[in-house]
């Protein structure tokens, strides 16, 4: 045998097995590049942890919009999105998860054990929202949900984003003159949901001994229909807005649609003090002002016949106009503009004492 063939046989086995190597660190290399590792890099190949974390929230930040997804319907009802701030996109659909700053989940259609929570895990630049306009005494307390979310989207005021059932606008140039609408009724009250246990029914009954009241809804047997409801609320010089769960800060459309179609709303629920935070003092009527039903009950009485003092009760329409807010879209449009304003980390640790509490 000569000198370069031995030399070629000696090598032979060291070649084929770097051979070998090379063809698996490329279909290693190749293999790894279709798989996504959210939460682990490997240091042989990626770069410091720290770093890549940061390379992805610059990225994110310089988004031209700031994406708000619902991973949830809200009682399984599919509602239109809209937002009128710019830079701002809202969606249910799922797979701009990954992209998505903030996730809204509706407290209602969160299971017990959590199953239907994202399985992927959260960008580092994401948000998860606790998204809910129902009163504690309506939801079940979900033992899970404590240190999971980022924020909260309710109607209370210490909620990091607060949305109230509605608001007062200042009245505009393009705005109709305020008109009184006609009124053949003194107390109107339009009411589903009874129970003797709750301090509504408990006032209602005891205040109609002293005055007529004109009822509907289903707990009266009289269900109105939609159009049936704006023409019987207009109609009446006061209406009973009384809420049928009292916490704080937890006023209802049961306010604000009389104050939208010219009706004076009788309040019960949260301090008088509390509804003068939304509407002026002289808008509205609270129950708390008068030491009992029947007292209240003079009071209407008299304002029933002095038509002048009734009509300082609309002395705010010259300046201001009532709103409903929109429900799904005007939570969904606050919780963008706040994420636009707030990038830093936020975290809400114990949502059951906060809200059950």
Not at 143 to 158: H, K, M, S
Request: glycine residues 4%; neutral net charge; proline residues 6%.
């Amino acid at each position: 045998m000569s000198c370069s063939a031995y030399r070629w046989t000696s090598l032979r086995p060291f070649l084929f097995g770097s051979l070998v190597v090379l063809c698996f660190i490329g279909l290693f290399i190749t293999y790894r590049s279709d798989i996504k590792y959210p939460n682990y890099c490997p240091a042989f190949l990626c770069a410091d942890k720290a770093q890549t974390q940061k390379i992805q929230t610059a990225a994110v930040d310089a988004e031209n919009e700031i994406i708000v997804l619902f991973w949830l319907w809200p009682f399984d009802i599919k509602y239109e999105l809209h937002c009128n701030i710019t830079r701002c996109h809202l969606t249910y659909d799922k797979t701009l998860y990954q992209k998505a700053h903030g996730v809204m989940f509706h407290h209602w259609e969160i299971h017990g054990n959590l199953d239907n929570f994202p399985k992927m895990p959260r960008p580092s630049f994401q948000k998860w929202l606790w998204f809910n306009m129902e009163p504690p005494s309506k939801l079940r307390q979900i033992p899970g949900v404590n240190n999971i979310f980022n924020l909260t989207c309710n109607y209370r005021r210490d909620s990091n984003i607060q949305v109230p059932y509605g608001y007062l606008l200042p009245v505009t140039s393009e705005d109709e003159s305020f008109k009184l609408p006609a009124k053949d009724k003194l107390v109107c009250w339009i009411v589903t949901n009874w129970s003797e246990q709750l301090k509504r029914v408990q006032y209602y009954n005891e205040l109609k001994k002293y005055i007529k009241i004109h009822v509907y809804g289903k707990a009266f047997g009289q269900r109105i229909s939609i159009e049936e409801y704006p023409k019987i609320l207009s109609s009446c010089k006061f209406y009973l807005s009384f809420e049928n769960s009292i916490y704080e800060d937890y006023i209802t459309e049961k306010f604000y649609k009389p104050l939208i179609m010219g009706t004076v709303p009788i309040t019960l629920g949260p301090p008088k003090q509390t509804y003068e935070e939304y509407a002026p003092a002289d808008s509205f009527i609270h129950v708390d002002d008068f030491s009992s039903p029947q007292k209240l009950a003079e009071r209407l009485l008299y304002l029933d016949q002095n038509n002048t003092e009734y009509m300082q009760f609309f002395n705010w329409r010259s300046m201001y106009k009532a709103q409903e807010s929109e429900f799904v879209s005007e939570q969904a449009c606050q919780t963008c503009k706040y994420l636009q304003d707030h990038k830093e980390y936020q975290a809400v640790n114990d949502l059951i004492s906060w809200y059950w509490g």
